[in-house]
């Protein structure tokens, strides 16, 4: 991609050779921008078992990948895993790196191990640096079998998502501080199809985030308006979301990222449901439940009070970094029909079984005295069956928050 690259390269070392080993220490390499100190040693000729310790000061590898032409087009083909070199290595080492480009993603003081023997490649445990966060991980390809099988536990730590996304896919759709746990395994010879059959675990936070291009609140106030029949409210300048904080977890099964508990603070709304991210087609399907909260801190609350401790079915589907919002309209009118049935038939019953007109004490008193005539065990039956069973129906009826009563 760089045409400037592969053009330079000098070193010195000393060395020690025997009629089955050789060992390069120390070892200075300048390749280009990039200077490397270590050492270099193969213990046994027969098996070329290999020792090496790196240290690089700086490494851009976008910088030594096929011009954009050609990179387009190995694209178009799945990437394969170099099944035929790992079964072929025979090397332990460590490489550290002060700051390493890869992929349009820059890292800083990369650490990793590295074991390689009998078919199996191991790197663990793996460190760096990324936009004010931390990596953590290991990666294991085991290539004895006809097809390779891959385990990895990787973990991140408060990064900056929206300077990743920048980097990557020249997108700022999303920011805030992410937190990620992700392990698998699959089987499979190249990415594609390793992905295809991954199986494994996932949680995922962010706080102090921001969305783009969707304004949640803003499709709210547009369903509330149609349902009311009123004119929609005005579109705003900038289409953005607040999140205050979001939490998901859940499986990795054939591409998906699947979840069912999925929770969001936003202002004045509380998100909770489900879907999944589609990792293969990089789409979004979810479907959630916006509870309107009395939000006096934020000060387009004011334009939902009417909705306050209201779920809205919303759907969020689409391309990743481009979903869609909507009501869900159907779900909407059902939920609210159902309400108004269950508090009307709720007060309807509430009247037919009566209140106590006396506090539980003096009403027990009364229904004592009025049962003076019978015997206890008459009136322990007639308190079990008649007076427990209303006043259990009318407290389990009873609204829990007043306010879903409308009082």
Do not use: C
Request: glycine content about 8%; cysteine-free; charged content about 30%.
């Amino acid at each position: 991609a760089d045409p400037a690259v592969l053009s330079d390269l000098s070193g010195k070392s000393q060395w020690r050779l025997t009629s089955r080993s050789i060992a390069l220490d120390p070892l200075n390499l300048q390749l280009d921008k990039t200077s490397a100190t270590g050492s270099l040693k193969i213990d046994d000729f027969d098996q070329l078992a290999a020792r090496v310790a790196l240290s690089l000061d700086r490494l851009d590898l976008d910088a030594y990948l096929p011009p954009e032409d050609a990179a387009a087009k190995e694209a178009e083909t799945d990437a394969e895993i170099p099944v035929d070199e790992i079964r072929e290595l025979n090397l332990t080492g460590t490489l550290q790196v002060r700051e390493l480009t890869a992929l349009k993603l820059r890292l800083q003081n990369l650490q990793a191990d590295i074991a390689a023997a009998d078919g199996v490649l191991r790197l663990a445990p793996l460190k760096a640096s990324l936009y004010g966060g931390t990596y953590q991980g290991s990666l294991t390809i085991d290539a004895t079998g006809p097809k390779a099988v891959l385990s990895m536990d990787q973990q991140i730590s408060t990064v900056q998502i929206g300077e990743v996304l920048q980097s990557f896919f020249a997108t700022d759709r999303v920011s805030g501080a992410l937190s990620l746990q992700l392990d698998g395994t699959g089987k499979g010879n190249d990415f594609n199809e390793l992905l295809e059959v991954l199986d494994g675990n996932f949680s995922l936070q962010l706080v102090d985030g921001l969305y783009r291009g969707m304004d949640i609140q803003h499709e709210i106030r547009s369903a509330r308006s149609l349902l009311k029949k009123e004119p929609p409210p005005t579109e705003p300048d900038t289409k953005e979301t607040p999140i205050r904080s979001l939490s998901l977890s859940g499986k990795l099964a054939e591409g998906i990222l699947g979840s069912d508990d999925l929770a969001a603070d936003l202002p004045s709304l509380r998100l909770t449901g489900k879907g999944g991210l589609n990792l293969l087609k990089q789409t979004l399907d979810y479907r959630l439940n916006a509870l309107v909260l009395r939000d006096t801190s934020d000060a387009d609350a004011a334009s939902l009070k009417d909705l306050v401790d209201l779920k809205i079915p919303l759907t969020i589907e689409g391309p990743m970094m481009a979903p869609k919002v909507g009501v869900d309209m159907k779900g909407l009118l059902s939920d609210a029909v159902r309400d108004k049935v269950e508090k009307r038939a709720r007060d309807l019953l509430l009247k037919k079984l009566g209140e106590p007109k006396e506090p539980a004490s003096s009403t027990g008193a009364a229904t004592e005295a009025a049962d003076d005539a019978q015997s206890p065990a008459e009136a322990k039956e007639k308190e079990s069956t008649k007076d427990l069973f209303k006043r259990g129906l009318r407290d389990l009826l009873k609204p829990q928050n007043p306010a879903e009563d409308g009082t």
